[in-house]
């Protein structure tokens, strides 16, 4: 598995992928969600997407592509591994 740094390193049909993913399943709001994060996000797109994505993406690469798909993003300070929250409503997990 290829791993994923930046959205231009994900081929375009993974970009496309990935975009659709945020634009069907997420809805914007106006202010920042503090309990939704790039990591818990993109382990739900994960396990969405399963076998389908043969990248692996990291919360740079994932916070790109929601401000591509128009959403702000504010960095998570405290965490370790840089993470990225959102103006992004309440997610159910599955």
Not at 16 to 25: G, K, P, Q, Y
Not at 53 to 70: D, H, W, Y
Request: glycine content about 6%; aromatic content about 12%; charged content about 15%.
């Amino acid at each position: 598995m290829i791993k994923a740094n930046h959205f231009s390193d994900l081929s375009l049909p993974d970009q496309d992928i990935l975009i659709d993913h945020i634009i069907f399943n997420y809805k914007m709001i106006p202010s920042i969600n503090y309990q939704q994060t790039a990591y818990g996000l993109i382990a739900r797109f994960n396990r969405i997407t399963g076998a389908d994505m043969g990248q692996q993406i990291t919360s740079q690469c994932f916070m790109e592509a929601m401000v591509k798909a128009g959403y702000k993003a504010v960095p998570a300070k405290k965490d370790v591994i840089p993470n990225w929250y959102f103006n992004v409503g309440r997610v159910q997990y599955i």
